[in-house]
């Protein structure tokens, strides 16, 4: 008798992409061990990462490829350490090797949420160059991804928040989604199916959070009136905005190439013939390239930028983030760090 179902279906989205990371990064199966890419499962302890953790160890003794995994523990309830250290043997349990548990200090920058994100990226990359790591699989499934859809649209941001999170992303695609197709529910399923032990952390439905009034009551409720398909719905809104995402941006690169002139400052009667959305990316980039923090950029500030080129007067300056300042001096807009 084969798998259950759910189980070959996580195993099979596991092994899709350690077939990707092999194509990417050939290895040889005669090789020792050592010389195989290794990948590692970032794990929570909850379902869906101890899922991609046991999909992870059952796929990776088939292939010239070792795997490991880390947990992250921001300190942020007591006992979490001791908790960390038992996801660590959970993962080490089911064949994985290396395995480490790393504490982190969470800071307040952008909120309890997004400081923990970030810290908790920080500490995965640390971790993925210790160890030399080709890549770390993380466990967002279809479902967090139609709520990332939502987050964004109820922030009123651009398509390219619409488009959620991507199934490759960081440094040299270090970061890879495994089940960003599949829907909560079947890894949940393969979780119960493989007897898996897992931590339901308390923050994923304490109604103080976002994201989790989102999950249990905003989602369903959305699913009530609009029916069962609205999650995957949303999911192909996040493929569709992420592909044009790419093509405005891939625009916005070449237009910026064409506005600048010898000295580097931007032809204001170019980016006044730009679409609006290709030249607030232009005015984006252009800013971004002189220092200021991308997370601190906001819509108001490109469009107080969009106002200096169009406007008549044909001067004046404006401060942005990074001690970045915009100066239009006549036709031209000389963008630099003060
Ligand atoms: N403390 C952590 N240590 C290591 N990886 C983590 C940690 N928290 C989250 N991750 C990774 O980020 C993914 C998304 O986490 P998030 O908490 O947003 O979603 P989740 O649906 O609650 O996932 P899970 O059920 O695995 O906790 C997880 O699946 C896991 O791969």
């Known amino acids: 008798m084969g798998p259950h179902p759910a189980v070959a279906a996580i195993r099979l989205a596991v ?12 290895a ?16 929570s302890g909850g379902a869906d990462s101890m899922a991609l953790a046991s999909a992870l160890a059952f796929e990776a003794r088939k292939l010239p490829v070792r795997a490991g995994g880390i947990t992250v523990d921001h300190g942020l309830q007591d006992g979490s350490d ?10 080490a349990a ?11 200090t969470v800071g307040r920058e952008g909120g309890p949420e997004a400081a923990a994100r970030d810290a908790r990226y920080a500490a995965l990359d640390a971790a993925a160059e210790r160890h ?25 941001s651009g398509i390219r928040s619409l488009s959620g999170m991507a199934a490759v992303s960081g440094a040299r695609g270090r970061y890879r989604r495994p089940f960003l197709r599949l829907d909560r529910q079947t890894v949940r399923t393969a979780c119960i199916a493989q007897e898996l032990a897992v931590w339901d952390d308390p923050h994923n439905s304490d109604p103080a959070y976002t994201r989790s009034r989102l999950r249990h009551e905003g989602l369903p409720a959305l699913e009530k009136a609009l029916g069962k398909g609205v999650v995957e719905a949303l999911a192909r809104t996040a493929q569709l905005s992420r592909d ?17 002139d010898e000295a580097g400052a931007l032809a204001c009667d170019k980016l006044s013939g730009l679409p609006p959305a290709v030249r607030r990316r232009v005015l984006r980039r252009a800013v971004i390239a002189e ?3 991308a997370g601190s950029l906001f819509a108001r500030h490109i469009e107080e930028l969009d ?20 100066r239009r001096q006549g036709g031209r807009l000389v963008i630099r760090q003060g």
């Open 291 to 293: 220092g200021a923090p």
């Open 132 to 156: 030399g790591a080709t890549a770390i699989l993380l466990g967002h499934t279809r479902d967090d991804q139609a709520e990332t859809v939502l987050l964004g649209l109820a922030r009123g």
């Open 15 to 26: 092994r899709r992409v350690l077939h990707d990371v092999l194509t990417e990064h050939p």
């Open 94 to 104: 089911l064949g994985l090797g290396p395995v480490e548990a790393v504490a982190v």
């Open 28 to 43: 040889d199966p005669a090789a020792p061990r050592d010389a195989h890419p290794l990948v590692l499962v970032a794990c």
């Open 244 to 260: 044009d995402a790419d093509a405005l941006d891939t625009w916005a690169a070449d237009a910026e190439t064409t506005a600048r």
């Open 307 to 326: 106002r200096l080129i169009t406007g008549w007067r044909g001067q004046g300056a404006i401060n942005l983030p990074g001690r970045v300042e915009a």
């Open 82 to 91: 001791s908790r960390a250290g038992e996801v660590a043997d959970r993962m």
